[in-house]
């Protein structure tokens, strides 16, 4: 059984429990959610973890009663092997250095650089990271109505194909292009929009809001291989 944590934070968290049960269908594995809301819940069991997007300084303020997000900093100091998706925010948190500690990828990146709101959009991105194909043809629900809060919409304008990825950017961050020191795997107009380093994958976009699971699929495949 492998056990995925989510961090309850904020932003689009139920999306992507709802992303890793799909994954996990189509590759036919049977996975275990932990919805991170307290500290005490993250420790050595918890094989992989997703960081969602959202609002950062929102999610460093929601975690403070619980001291959530210093337990997840923790984690993945404690556990640098252990693989990790951070989406959006996610991957700010990744990319931002803690009191006393360095940040957990090495790249900066500029929060909402892309604009406002209303400059948020939907592109086609280059993908260069193997993840593994569906076995299984699975049919599923998109049933988020079971977590009792209204879903974020799936956007599907952007064409999915093998190599394209349907790119949801929502006041995104920006990595800046000079200070990546680690691997690029995928591009927007030739501009780097997902970067890797060891088995921390950080994405400035939102792949929880497609029907394309491939990036959930990776995170489950790389925990199957941490672990064998
Ligand atoms: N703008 C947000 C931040 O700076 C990130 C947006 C997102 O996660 N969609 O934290």
Redesign the pocket.
């Known amino acids: 059984m492998v056990r995925i944590g989510v961090a309850m934070l904020q ?2 968290r139920h999306e992507h429990c709802e992303a890793i049960q799909h994954a996990a269908l189509e590759m036919n594995i049977a996975v275990e959610i932990v919805e991170l809301r307290k500290a005490s819940q993250i420790d050595s069991s918890i094989d992989g973890l997703i960081l ?8 460093r303020i929601a975690s403070q009663s619980e001291s959530l997000l210093d337990e997840i900093f923790n984690w993945l100091s404690q556990f640098p092997n252990k693989p990790v998706l951070g ?6 948190l990744l990319a931002t250095p803690g009191e006393n500690r360095e940040p957990f990828i090495d790249v900066e990146v500029s ?2 650089a892309w604009g406002r709101q209303r400059f ?1 959009f939907e592109a086609p991105v280059k993908v260069s990271l193997e993840t593994p194909e569906k076995s299984h043809e699975s049919t599923y629900e998109v049933s988020r109505d079971k977590f009792n809060h209204k879903p974020l919409p799936i956007y599907n304008q952007a064409p999915i194909t093998k190599d394209d990825f349907p790119g949801v ?5 920006r990595f800046l292009e000079d200070s990546i020191k680690c691997q690029k795997i995928a591009t927007f107009n030739e501009e780097t929009v997902g970067v890797l380093q060891g088995n921390k994958l950080a994405l400035s976009f ?1 792949p929880e809001l497609t029907n394309d699971r491939r990036f959930h699929r990776w995170l489950i495949d790389q925990i199957i291989n941490n672990s064998s």
């Open positions: 932003g689009a969602p997007g959202g609002e950062s300084t929102t999610m989406t959006c925010a996610g991957a700010i929060r909402n948020s950017f929502i006041r995104a961050p939102h």
